[in-house]
């Protein structure tokens, strides 16, 4: 198996897996959350970063919810450690319970985050929207207008879970965030100007 890549080494993986800048920028969001996050929570800092840049690799095949097993396939292939598959697989929504992921038809697979790195990855893709950063509570609004309110307290568990787990309230780390913080490889990335309608 593999070490966990790097920042440069996760742009470069998904660069080459033909990711589009809107996702890169998607990912390097979510990535500066989730390692505040995981700063906080004293989780394996390189797990959740690699985890974080990668969880939508899935997302340069499809943007279906089947993203997250393609991107678990793919993760296989590049014989990625076997945490950060695992990242990839159950990082969709709030974890996709089985009965939940039989209906979706997506094969027969545990998709529920149980380490704090698989819960800290879902929860800040949950407080990012596309390249903005929401609260928990814009982020339960959203579950609710897609129908999906089981899913939707399950992310506001993971939201005091995670914030009882880390000593801090999830939302105040990301209001914590500033926008000129970042200086490594995804900061070209995070200054791009996105054209929604192009991709
Ligand atoms: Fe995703």
Not at 4 to 9: A, D, F, R, V
Not at 107 to 114: H, L, M, N
Not at 118 to 147: M, P, W
């Amino acid at each position: 198996m593999s070490p966990i890549p790097n920042e440069q080494q996760c742009l470069d993986i998904l660069k080459a897996q033909g990711t589009t800048d809107r996702v890169m920028k998607h990912a390097c969001t979510v990535t500066r959350l989730a390692v505040a996050i995981a700063r906080s929570c004293g989780a394996d800092m390189d797990l959740v970063r690699a985890g974080a840049l990668l969880h939508d690799i899935g997302r340069s095949r499809t943007h279906g919810i089947r993203h997250g097993v393609v991107g678990e396939d793919i993760a296989r292939s590049l014989s990625l450690p076997e945490p950060l598959v695992l990242i990839i697989r159950k990082h969709v929504g709030a974890g996709i319970l089985p009965g939940e992921a039989a209906a979706l038809g997506l094969p027969e697979r545990d998709y529920i985050p149980s380490t704090v790195e698989e819960k800290i990855v879902c929860h800040a893709d949950n407080l990012v929207d596309d390249d903005r950063y929401i609260t928990s509570q814009a982020s339960y609004g959203d579950f609710i207008r897609k129908g999906l309110d089981d899913a939707g307290m399950r992310m506001l568990d993971m939201h005091k879970e995670l914030s009882r787990l880390c000593g801090r309230d999830m939302d105040e780390i990301v209001q914590e965030l500033t926008s000129n913080a970042e200086h490594g490889p995804c900061s070209r990335y995070l200054d791009m100007r996105i054209d929604k309608w192009t991709e």
